[in-house]
């Protein structure tokens, strides 16, 4: 497999099928033996960070690949890792890959945000339940936001999540009541949504539902209002510049 896959990345800007195409990062899709392999291509870094990643801190691609390990070896969902390329200049890191099984997910988060999707108070319950299990471990999923959850339903009718968007993570021996909250805070501004959340999370966590809900709503509060100052304060500045 080894010669295939360096075949994909020294490829991977004239083929492979587009998944994603983003400022920072490229996602694409390319047949792999029997499997669809998922290839993100991550930003050529700046002049200094290609000295950093060369010399003080692991690259994005193989951050990925290691902490996708690690949420494997503790039973939290991933799509199936496979391996990393770091390229380097005579500066330091050029460009890196992260190479994982493609997976083919019913949805995202996110489409429990933006749509009337049907069961979605299951699915919450469910999704918060694997977040308490990943809390628990002391893996704190630094990116965990709406569209880095694959939700796919399985035979039993019940749901499995998988993380992707791997690069930042910390983890805990013991993760804290605010740690856990704030955790939760990017995933949706929808009120209802967190009480329903909140509710499954104070079972599980043996607190008092209104505790859980204050410090859960109260972090979600507080991320939207930096979020859209933030959107605001960027309309400003390109009105400026035209």
Do not use: C
């Amino acid at each position: 497999m080894q010669k295939e896959l360096t075949a994909v990345i020294r490829e991977f800007g004239s083929s492979g099928t587009v998944l994603e195409n983003g400022k920072r990062n490229v996602i694409k899709i390319f047949p792999l033996g029997v499997i669809n392999a998922n290839v993100k291509s991550f930003k050529i870094p700046k002049f200094y960070n290609k000295i950093v990643y060369r010399y003080f801190r692991k690259s994005k691609a193989k951050r990925s690949f290691e902490y996708a390990n690690i949420l494997m070896q503790n039973g939290i969902g991933t799509p199936q890792p496979i391996a990393y390329f770091e390229n380097y200049d005579t500066v330091g890191l050029h460009d890196s890959y992260y190479v994982s099984e493609h997976l083919q997910a019913d949805l995202t988060y996110r489409e429990l945000v933006e749509t009337d999707y049907p069961d979605t108070e299951n699915i919450l319950r469910q999704f918060t339940a694997f977040s308490f299990q990943l809390h628990e471990k002391g893996i704190e999923f630094l990116d965990h936001s709406p569209g880095n959850t694959l939700i796919k339903k399985n035979e039993e009718g019940k749901y499995d999540f998988f993380l992707v968007d791997l690069n930042r993570m910390k983890f805990h021996k013991q993760m804290s009541f605010e740690t856990r909250m704030k955790n939760l805070s990017r995933l949706t501004p929808k009120k209802e949504m967190v009480m329903i959340m909140s509710d499954a999370y104070a079972k599980l966590y043996s607190r008092p539902y209104v505790e859980v809900f204050d410090k859960m709503w109260g972090y979600t509060s507080q991320f939207q209002e930096r979020y859209f100052r933030k959107r605001r304060l960027k309309k400003r500045f390109i009105f400026w510049k035209k």
